[in-house]
C-alpha cells in the first residue's frame, strides 16, 4: 500500500531533521571528533611512521583499514602524500621545500597550506623520486589512486543518510581537519613557532608537549631530529597518543616498531674529554647543540638585562638573539647586520658564537681523525672552561660528564 504524499513528505522531513540514527547533537558531535581523531590516526601511523620513514612494519590488516579510512576522510593517495612529505625532510627550509614557511611565508603555509600540497603533488618529478616503496597492488591502483574522491563522496552519503541535512556539517569538518591540522598548523606553526629540545638544523619546532589533537604530531622538533623513529616523544613530560596506539597494536602483533630516539647518558664528570665524550657529543649533537643553545640565551639574557640597567639601546640585541644559536647557512641575509652589529658590541657572545661553530666541526670534518678530533675537543673544553664566561665554563663541564 502507497503512503499518502503527506507522510512521505512527512517521512522525507524527519530524515532531513535526524537522519537516520536521530542522534543528538552532542553525539554527533562525538561522533565527529572520534572520526576526525581516526583520520590523524591514519596519517600519523600509516602515511606519516609508516609509509614515509619506514619507522614501523604494520600488518595488513590495519595498513588496509587505513589505507581504506583514508580514502574515505581524505582522499589522499598514498605515493602523493609520501612523496611530498619526503622532499620536505629532503629540502626542508630551502626553495625546493613544497611548504616552508621560512620559503613561503607562514601566512601563506598556514592559510594555503593544502593547496601548495596539492600542487606539489602535480610535480611528476617529486613523484618518480620520492615515492619508492609504496603500495601499488591492484586495489590501488584500480580504487584509491583512480577515485581518489569518490571515497569522500562516499562519506558524505553516508554522514547524509545517518544524520540528515546535519551530516554535511559532520562533513565538512571531516574534510577540513587534516588541510587545517597538518598542511596548516604542523607545515606552518611546527617550523615557526615553539619550543626545541634538538637544535636540529632545521626550524622545526615542538608545538605542545602533548601530542594528543594531532596524533604526536604536534611533537615536530623531536621528528626532525629523529625521522626515522616511530616515538616522537622523547622527554617525561611529552606525550605521544600516536606512539601509544602503536605500542598496542605491537603488543597483540599488529605492528613492529624498527626505531626509537636515542638518548644521551649523563655520568660523573671526566677529568678530560675522552673518545666516548667525542662519540657521545656526535651520537646526541642536537641534543647537545640544544643544551648550548640554552646557555646562550642564558647569556643573552644577561647581556640584555645589562643594557637596561644603563638604559642603553637593547633593539639589536634583541633582533639578533633569535639567530645567534643557529647555523650560519640557515641565518636569512636580513638578519646578518644585526647579528654582526651585536656580536661586534657583545665580545662574551660573540665569542660563544665562534666557539659554537668550532664545536660544530667536530662532526662536520671528515677528514680528521677519532684521535685528533678529540684532542681537538679537550682543548676545546679546556678554552671554554678558561674563558671565564659562566654559561660555556657550566656546558664543558655538562659536555665531560657525557656517554656514549
Known sequence: MLLPDWAVLNAAVDWLANGLLNLS????????LVTTHITIASVTIYLHRHQAHRAMDLHALPAHFFRFWLWLGTGQVTKEWVSVHR?????????????????????????????????????????????????????????????????????????????????LAVWAVQ???????????????????????FEAPDASTNISPW???????????????????AK???????FDIGWVYISMMEKV??????????????????AVADENTLEALIAHRYEVMAGYAREMRRACKSEIEALKARQADVSVLESAKRWLHRDAEKIPAAAHPQLAEARAAHPVLDKMVTMREELRQMWLNTSQSREQLTADLQAWCHRAESSGIAALQEFSLKLRAARA
Not at 616522537?232 to 611529552?238: H, L
Request: proline share 5%.
Open 232 to 238: 616522537f616523544s622523547v622527554k617525561p613530560y611529552e
Open 25 to 32: 547533537w552532542w553525539q554527533i558531535v562525538l561522533y565527529t
Open 87 to 167: 622532499k620536505h625532510h629532503a629540502k626542508c627550509e630551502t626553495k625546493d621545500d613544497p611548504h616552508s614557511p621560512h620559503a613561503h611565508g607562514i601566512e601563506t603555509v598556514f592559510w594555503k597550506g593544502a593547496e601548495l600540497y596539492r600542487a606539489e603533488t602535480k610535480n611528476q618529478e617529486t613523484l618518480a623520486k620520492f615515492s619508492h616503496g609504496c603500495p601499488n597492488d591492484w586495489i590501488e591502483r584500480n580504487l584509491y589512486s583512480r577515485y581518489s574522491w569518490q571515497g569522500v563522496g562516499l562519506m558524505l552519503i553516508l554522514n547524509l543518510a545517518l544524520f540528515g541535512i546535519a551530516g
Open 175 to 197: 574534510m577540513i581537519w587534516i588541510p587545517v591540522t597538518a598542511a596548516g598548523i604542523i607545515n606552518g606553526i611546527g617550523h615557526y613557532w615553539g619550543y626545541r629540545n
Open 211 to 229: 601530542g594528543i589533537m594531532i596524533g604526536g604530531e604536534e611533537l615536530h622538533n623531536n621528528h626532525h631530529t629523529y625521522p626515522t623513529s
Open 253 to 270: 602483533g599488529l605492528a613492529k616498531v624498527k626505531k626509537t630516539p636515542p638518548k644521551l647518558q649523563l655520568g660523573d664528570v671526566k
